[in-house]
């Protein structure tokens, strides 16, 4: 089971770009990397999901590299409602029933 | 599209009580999942359904907790006796995957929030 490390904590300010990593050294070859943002009080709501290379949608852009032993998910141009926690996933998506394993993820803060 | 329902929203119990909760996922949704968040932590799995089956429930803490799901749609989680270690937020989510896969979106619910006393 591919297990993620990230950052604990982020602070940024409004209007800058951030840039969050999540380590997956033994991810498998049919694993895909998803992030998750919770607020408080929340449940967790999907941003994106890749596999490989470069995804962008409306929110953000992930950044796979090669080897996919990491990623890193990019928030362009924050603002304060970005403040919140984000969770890095790596699981299977060939077939085989995954077991969803959230870690304690990164406190964003951003600042006026 | 109606998001996925939990009732309660809070839940306030004295330990050894009993507490149900109730989640009603997105309609066709083939997996169900209940995850328990203590304070300061990631949403752990408790127990994951595929339609009316159980597809892992390792993490259940089985001698008081337990999960059903009804008919594939409506599912309850219980605790009996509860604990004051159970205090936290209980979330269900599901997902259109019918596999159960992580490549698949979840929609996760508001949550319900448990104090034991």
């Known amino acids: 089971l591919a297990k993620t490390t990230q950052p604990i904590s982020m602070d940024s300010y409004e209007g800058q770009e951030v840039n969050i990593t999540c380590s997956h050294n033994n991810i498998a070859t049919n694993d895909y990397i998803t992030w998750y943002q919770q607020f408080p009080s929340q449940g967790p709501r999907f941003i994106i999901q890749g596999y490989k290379t470069k995804v962008t949608n409306e929110v953000a852009s992930l950044f796979i590299p090669a080897d996919r032993k990491s990623s890193t998910l990019s928030l362009p141009r924050v603002s304060l409602s970005d403040t919140a926690v984000y969770y890095c996933l790596v699981g299977d998506g060939s077939g085989g029933s995954y077991i969803p394993t959230f870690g304690r993820g990164t406190s964003l803060i951003v600042h006026p | 599209e109606a998001g996925v329902a939990q009732s309660p929203r809070y839940k306030i119990i004295e330990k050894r009580q009993s507490v149900a909760f109730w989640c009603n996922p997105i309609?066709?949704?083939?997996?169900l999942y209940w995850y328990q968040q203590i304070l300061g932590q990631g949403p752990k799995l408790l127990i994951q359904f595929q339609n009316n089956g159980v597809v892992d429930d390792s993490q259940l803490p089985k001698d008081r907790f337990s999960a059903e799901r009804l008919k594939g749609v409506d599912s309850t989680l219980k605790i009996q006796p509860a604990k004051l270690e159970d205090s936290a937020v209980y979330l269900c989510?599901?997902?259109?995957?019918?596999?159960?896969?992580?490549?698949?979106?979840?929609?996760f619910g508001p949550g319900t929030r448990l104090t034991v006393t």
């Open positions: 309609s066709g949704h083939a997996t």
């Open positions: 989510a599901s997902s259109l995957d019918e596999m159960a896969r992580l490549s698949y979106e979840q929609y």
